[in-house]
């Protein structure tokens, strides 16, 4: 057997913090460090595997042969292996082959701390340093404004894999082209940030990334660790945030990954209740467990710190937060009060915002929640979950099938439009057309509006329109900015032929403009997530199938007047009250001739009148285009 040097990078402290759950660098401790010591050169090799009763480093560099290169234990019973290993270095694969005490099961895993793995279907991890020299200070250095709540948040969604393909060599873009494709793109559309689906590493491509198994290593599909570096950097340098996909709900089974990790349950919860998701056939963590909570929780701040990142969507909340989430009577057990709420998971939760709130109070992070759990965007000081901002679910849900009606039925069902307005600021809420929407069967985005060729167009302005004016921020999938017509497959690239054609050039036309509309309006932003920023006009005119509203500043006399028309059929004279004496001009029309509208618009200044309306005592008359939203300013 070749010596491991005996050697740690753990102190008394950090061991303390681990078992008590309390430490948050583990990325700094675990896993492959090159380094050395007695001025020979090497690798530093931890690994949590406390029912093992051996641990051994196999890799490239001794011909995947067993027991030559063992760990020692460490003596505090933290049930950490470690030991540092002469002439490996960079670039050497590895994995850890575990003998349990658990009858004798022997494992292959990868590392869960490594900092990059093979390209898939290949399974190892690699040993690996980044020496990335970063060029975004400026953006680092103001970026809290950009991600503040009183800021503008329009983020475009994106599947790296599937965004845009090299059709003549049959794969997807690098980081390094990304950052020069996607980038300059998203530039020109002027969203603020992007979100990418899991760029973890993930072995099943069907999974879209959210069955993880190399958490701290971005994935080799697209290129080297310093690549995907590279484009966070040129994505700051054009002063566009980026948010991560992060999955903290549920890992696979994969032989290599983290189940039965050391022969025996260890990230996962041992009481299949609650250590297994039936709908998606994987492993959940087991949140009760300090050394689980720390991995995890030092896992969203790595890529905090390690990757500049600005955001973290957290996915699959609900199913986080409630034992009984998608199981039948009898197949889950209460809380200890009796309840269905998993308090370990809530426990975490919080601890996990806390923290990366505390270290990072520039950033945000996003829950993909989908029920009525209260205080979800609150902070954990005031008992709430601590997340940013939540997805509107409910607003998704019912304004898609409000838009998927005939416009001769839209007038039964006003209040399926207007309910979210109810709730709308009981949360920090993003309005999310994910790509959750674009499957399964669901269509495109375009594919549900009803009518023809050009009703499908002008209601889809018309949606966009409304959202964007809709308080909260915004997020788009990719492809759902130019009209795409089929569903999304991960397999192939976005349509991109199709902005070829008028119609697709002119949604792609209003996304650019609609983003532009929001930053430089600060009525549509600064009191987002406040009733103080909207009120109604008029909720209820079901017949015309007609709303308006208005949005406010923190500057009172700060106040934008929209108003959107559900029907095919143009509004003349169409009165409404307005908050102030003046004149109103339109700004923003999307039946606009280069979005591929009818033209139908207010090209000249419009006189406020002292004529009651709508419960004010000044009013006016406008021209609401057909399917289509206008979005007034009120001058002197």
């Given at each position: 057997m070749s010596d491991v040097i005996v050697h740690s990078l753990f102190s008394e402290f950090d061991i303390n913090l681990f078992k008590s759950g309390k430490h948050y660098r583990l990325y700094e401790k675990f896993g492959s460090h090159i380094t050395t010591v007695d001025g020979i050169k090497g690798t530093y090799f931890a690994v949590w595997a406390p029912s093992a009763k051996s641990v051994s480093v196999v890799g490239d560099f001794n011909f995947w042969t067993e027991g030559e290169y063992e760990l020692n234990v460490r003596w505090d019973e933290s049930g950490i292996w470690e030991g540092f290993i002469p002439e490996v270095g960079k670039g050497n694969l590895y994995k850890y082959k575990i003998h349990s005490h658990h009858n004798n099961i022997v494992t292959e895993k990868a590392d869960p701390y490594a900092r990059r793995s093979e390209h898939p279907p290949q399974t190892a991890?690699?040993?690996?340093?980044?020496?990335?020299?970063?060029?975004?200070?400026?953006?680092?250095?103001?970026?809290?404004?950009?991600?503040?709540?009183d800021a503008p948040y329009s983020v475009y969604e994106v599947?790296?894999?599937?965004?845009?393909?090299?059709?003549?060599?049959?794969?997807?873009?690098?980081?390094?082209?990304?950052?020069?494709?996607?980038?300059?793109?998203?530039?020109?559309?002027?969203?603020?940030?992007?979100?990418?689906?899991?760029?973890?590493?993930?072995?099943?491509?069907?999974?879209?990334?959210?069955?993880?198994t190399g958490y701290f290593a971005p994935t080799a599909r697209f290129g080297y660790p310093e690549e995907f570096q590279l484009l966070v950097d040129t994505l700051h340098q054009n002063d566009i945030g980026i948010i991560l996909d992060w999955v903290p709900s549920h890992f696979p089974e994969d032989a290599h990954g983290l189940g039965l990790f050391d022969g025996t349950s260890l990230y996962e919860h041992p009481d299949k209740r609650k250590g297994y998701h039936p709908d998606w056939k994987s492993l959940i963590f087991n949140y009760g467990r300090n050394e689980v909570k720390s991995f995890l929780i030092s896992n969203a701040i790595f890529w905090l710190d390690q990757y500049h990142i600005d955001g973290l969507r957290v996915d699959a909340v609900a199913s986080m937060l409630f034992l009984d989430y998608s199981r039948e009577e009898g197949e889950w057990e209460p809380n200890i009060y009796g309840g269905r709420e998993n308090l370990e998971a809530i426990t975490f939760l919080k601890e996990l915002n806390h923290e990366v709130y505390q270290s990072f109070p520039d950033v945000q992070t996003i829950a993909e929640e989908s029920t009525s759990f209260p205080m979800v965007s609150k902070p954990t000081y005031l008992g709430g979950l601590g997340f940013g901002m939540k997805w509107m679910m409910g607003w998704m849900h019912d304004?898609?099938?409000?838009?998927?009606?005939?416009?001769?039925?839209?007038?039964?069902?006003?209040?399926?439009?207007?309910?979210?307005?109810?709730?709308?600021?009981?949360?920090?809420?993003?309005?999310?057309?994910?790509?959750?929407?674009?499957?399964?069967?669901?269509?495109?985005?375009?594919?549900?509006?009803?009518?023809d060729e050009w009703q499908k167009f002008a209601n889809l302005r018309l949606l966009y329109s409304y959202m964007f004016t809709h308080p909260g921020g915004n997020l788009l999938f990719m492809g759902s900015e130019f009209g795409q017509h089929d569903e999304w497959d991960f397999q192939k690239s976005l349509d991109w032929h199709l902005l070829q054609y008028d119609y697709h050039k002119g949604i792609k036309n209003l996304i650019t403009d609609l983003n532009i509309l929001y930053k430089k309006n600060t009525a549509l932003y600064e009191q987002q997530f406040s009733a103080s920023g909207f009120e109604w006009i008029t909720h209820d005119d079901h017949e015309n199938s007609v709303v308006s509203y208005i949005r406010k500043g923190n500057n009172k006399e700060d106040v934008l007047i929209i108003v959107?028309?559900?029907?095919?059929?143009?509004?003349?004279?169409?009165?409404?009250?307005?908050p102030k004496e003046g004149k109103l001009v339109e700004i923003f029309n999307s039946d606009a001739q280069k979005y591929g509208g009818s033209n139908i618009t207010n090209p000249d200044a419009i006189a406020i009148e002292?004529?009651?309306?709508?419960?004010?005592?000044?009013?006016?008359?406008?021209?609401?285009?057909?399917?289509?939203?206008?979005?007034?300013?009120i001058t002197p």
């Open positions: 991890s690699v040993v690996w340093d980044s020496t990335y020299q970063w060029n975004d200070k400026e953006w680092m250095t103001n970026r809290k404004k950009n991600n503040a709540l599947h790296l894999g599937s965004w845009k393909k090299r059709v003549d060599e049959n794969r997807s873009l690098s980081y390094t082209e990304l950052s020069e494709e996607l980038v300059s793109y998203v530039k020109e559309m002027e969203f603020t940030h992007v979100e990418l689906m899991p760029i973890m590493d993930y072995p099943y491509d069907p999974s879209w990334g959210y069955q993880l304004t898609l099938e409000y838009f998927k009606k005939e416009s001769i039925y839209r007038k039964h069902h006003q209040n399926d439009l207007t309910f979210s307005m109810t709730y709308a600021f009981t949360e920090n809420f993003m309005l999310p057309l994910s790509h959750d929407e674009v499957v399964y069967g669901k269509s495109s985005i375009l594919g549900r509006m009803p009518g959107c028309n559900f029907t095919p059929i143009p509004r003349t004279d169409y009165q409404i009250g307005v002292k004529v009651d309306w709508n419960y004010r005592q000044q009013s006016t008359k406008i021209t609401i285009p057909p399917l289509g939203t206008v979005v007034f300013k």
